[in-house]
């Protein structure tokens, strides 16, 4: 069955509803699988969103859902066809209620933190980021040594040094600052997210030019490098994540917002 479902899932992935429908048969045709089985239920919603009967296949993942309460997967499948089809409220509630009921797993606590934050609900917002620092703070990645930490850094050094002669004058006084993972301070700013990968710190290169600007202390871009080994899977995508997000922080600085660098390619 697994490799049927396995296969279903490559299926859907490519925009082959023909292959979904092919394969959630042969699990349903199985005597371990079966139209009520997990494995049937998931395959059936993703055929029906690729026949674009949305609501259908939204009945089918809620249903998985209700039947399969315990299935972190699914509840996170049920969240995303909600936001899909722009049922923001609902897919928050339904993360919320699962990370309640799975109180030590990360992954629910920080979707409904995302969830909380596309409602504006600012204080479980923050409750469920705070969750998920609780979980991960003593927790090294997998992968801790995908890159030697001397290499981290001197990719972050690099990545600045290829920047052109004037931007690299305007940082001026900007300190990289490279830390495994947030500390408790991170939850006193307008940001709060545990699994962030940098963070700027410090007033836009605009202000420092203010008449009114006081220095208060160097301006500091922060890297967190817990939080970016988990999301690579090999050295090379460290050093490119470290790059970027070098970048994305610089970007900051000069005063870009989330869109424009988006529009660079450094989101």
Known sequence: MRVHFDLG???YDGGDADGVRRHRAAVGMLPEGGPACLAFLALHWRALWLEEQREQALEV???AARRFPDDVDTVLE??????DMDADAEAAEVLMAAAGAHEDDPE???????????VEDWERRLASFKRVWELERDSEPPFRLWLPEERFVAVAEEAIERLP???????GNV??????????WIFETDVADSRILGLFDGPERAQERGVDFVATG????YLFRWNIERMCGSPEEVEEQVEITVLHEIGHY??????ELEMRGLG
């Open 9 to 11: 899932l490559r299926a």
């Open 61 to 63: 993942v809620r249903e």
């Open 78 to 83: 049920l969240a995303d066809v909600l936001h």
């Open 108 to 118: 629910l606590w920080y979707e409904a933190g995302v969830a909380a934050e596309r």
């Open 165 to 171: 002669e004037h931007i690299r004058e305007a940082l």
């Open 175 to 184: 300190a990289i600052v490279v830390e495994d993972y947030p500390e408790a």
């Open 218 to 221: 160097p301006t500091r871009i």
């Open 254 to 259: 000069l005063g870009l917002d989330e869109d």
